[in-house]
């Protein structure tokens, strides 16, 4: 029986629209887990743009509650931070000067164009191609649009792990994978670019400081009475700043030695691995992104705008929105029918890849008078499975063995079109939605020097084998890899299309 006053060590990962916020005990095991939500603004300019906001408060309110809820904080000994990348935070001292901009906000597509017009080589400095969502993009919309509020900061930093630590009192300090997301990084220097911060209207004094291993680098503040007494922690908490949340949550499932990848079937979809660098100067060209982990590592991630996303579109509007345990147990039935299925290209609003395309749109190819309602759904997980399958190409990766987490690889279903796809045995583990908390938790743990235990969980410690579940590709792997090679084709095929239809 677990001791009421042993010591825990807490992982909180700020996500887009929650907090999750687990606490471990010394061998790594859940003791308790929260959960706080927060809301996000989105108004529609009047050119139909969408912005997306956050109140940074609203986080630390988030922050409050998950401690409370657990109560278990006063045994907490370190936590550590995690979070949203990409986001623009002004601060002014410790609070912010107007609402948070995330990542997914598009309003500077016309910044972006004027300073990839003035910096040709930015997509290779940058390691990854730059777009609207650009951090440096949106620094220059704000010089544009509010100098006033870009005047006002004294720092900024570029998401809630970040904002956080700052508020309990830290310097502005920002770890390489959330810096690399930004567009203001030169990745191979792993150093802030300053021609393009420059560009950008802030120059390089104003970004916060870079921190190559932040659980090696230890604490980045120690929690003061003040703090303490809000959040329910004893007063000198270590506080230890942890990778950017796709790096942090590479790590809470697989670990950070190159040669670890996963899949991910969520929302979005993608395929993440842990590489040796330099980075790829390819960068203009690859829809492949590249992310710092470390020093000496690189994140490269092959993302596909919709995955679950768009099953859940076709589970509503092609089967008539019947549960998922039922279209589960017809897709079963037909899983094995190719030659009723068409070929799907499942971005229903654009995609990342194997392409960068914001004009290309969902796509059937091949339907017949046999085909029904759950082939063209089968299509679409199919769809997403070819796309994961040429990322695992694209990255070189060599691993027999693919861990795919994600509320979509519930689905038995999918994880076998994943296993024939890719030609890998997919293993599965419910319950890992945790991962980027874990990661948290177990910098928390290594930065304060501590003797917990918080191993990933796809790993020999990090598991009990009875929990997993595992597929083995079938004997139509083989007739996928001929039907890979068609649809890799249509995105090129049909982009002049999807121009087209777009206008442009």
């Known amino acids: 029986m677990e001791s009421t006053t042993s010591p825990l060590v807490a992982g909180a990962d700020f996500g887009t629209s929650a907090l999750k916020l687990v606490l471990v005990d010394v061998d790594g095991r859940t003791v308790a887990a929260a959960q706080a939500d927060y809301p996000t603004d989105r108004r529609r300019d009047a050119d139909g743009t969408v912005r997306h906001e956050q109140d940074p408060e609203d986080w630390w309110k988030a922050l409050t509650r998950a401690?409370?809820?657990?109560g278990l904080s006063r045994r907490i000994v370190a936590l550590g931070l995690t979070g949203q990348m990409q986001d623009l935070v002004l601060l002014s001292g410790i609070r912010p000067v107007r609402p948070a901009i995330l990542y997914s906000d598009q309003r500077a597509a016309a910044q972006q164009h004027r300073l990839l017009d003035r910096l040709p080589s930015w997509h290779r400095r940058a390691g990854s191609r730059q777009d609207a969502t650009s951090v440096a993009a949106t620094l220059r919309w704000l010089a544009d649009h509010e100098p006033e509020n870009l005047s006002a900061a004294d720092g900024l930093v570029f998401g809630p792990a970040g904002c956080i630590a700052r508020r309990l009192g830290a310097e502005g300090a920002c770890d390489?994978?959330?810096?690399?997301?930004?567009g203001l990084l030169d990745l191979a220097a792993r150093d802030w670019w300053a021609p393009v911060a420059d560009e950008a209207?802030?120059?390089?004094?104003?970004?916060?400081?870079?921190?190559?291993?932040?659980?090696?680098?230890?604490p980045v503040v120690r929690v003061r009475a003040a703090e303490?007494?809000?959040l329910g922690l004893p007063v000198g908490t270590p506080v230890v700043l942890g990778l950017g949340d796709a790096a942090a949550t590479t790590d809470g499932l697989v670990g950070s030695v190159p040669g670890e990848a996963y899949a991910s079937l969520g929302t979005s979809g993608w395929i993440a691995a842990v590489t040796p660098g330099p980075p790829d100067d390819g960068a203009d060209r690859s829809a492949v992104h590249q992310l710092a982990m470390g020093r000496e590592h690189l994140l490269r991630i092959a993302a596909v705008q919709s995955a679950g996303g768009s099953a859940e579109w076709s589970r509503r509007h092609l089967l008539d929105e019947v549960d998922h345990a039922a279209v589960e147990e017809r897709a079963a039935e037909r899983i094995d029918r190719l030659s009723e299925r068409p070929l799907c290209l499942p971005g229903l609003g654009g995609e990342r890849y194997p392409v960068r395309n914001a004009e290309a749109r969902g796509t059937f190819i091949g339907v017949t008078e046999a085909t029904e309602a759950i082939d063209l759904h089968l299509a679409v997980l199919t769809g997403v499975a070819y796309a994961l399958a040429q990322g695992i190409e694209e990255l070189g990766l060599e691993?027999?063995?693919l861990p795919v987490v994600g509320g979509g690889a519930e689905s038995r279903v999918w994880r076998r079109l994943l296993a024939d796809a890719t030609g890998r045995t997919v293993v599965h583990r419910a319950e890992t939605d945790d991962a980027a908390a874990r990661h948290a938790a177990r910098a928390a743990a290594a930065g304060g020097g501590l003797g917990h235990r918080v191993p990933p969980h796809f790993s020999?410690?990090?598991h009990d084998d009875a929990a997993v579940s595992v597929v083995e590709p079938s004997s139509l792997a083989a007739e996928h890899a001929r039907?890979?090679?068609i649809h890799r084709e249509l995105h090129t095929t049909?982009?002049?299309t999807f121009g087209r239809l777009a206008g442009t």
Do not use: N
Not at 67 to 70: D, P, V
Not at 204 to 215: F, H, K, T, W
């Open 176 to 182: 390489l994978t959330t810096a690399s997301t930004t």
């Open 460 to 462: 020999e410690a990090g």
């Open 228 to 230: 303490a007494a809000e």
């Open 399 to 401: 691993q027999q063995t």
């Open 494 to 496: 049909l982009a002049p």
């Open 483 to 485: 039907l890979r090679e």
């Open 201 to 218: 209207g802030i120059g390089v004094s104003r970004l916060p400081r870079l921190v190559d291993e932040p659980a090696a680098e230890g």
């Open 67 to 70: 401690l409370a809820e657990t």
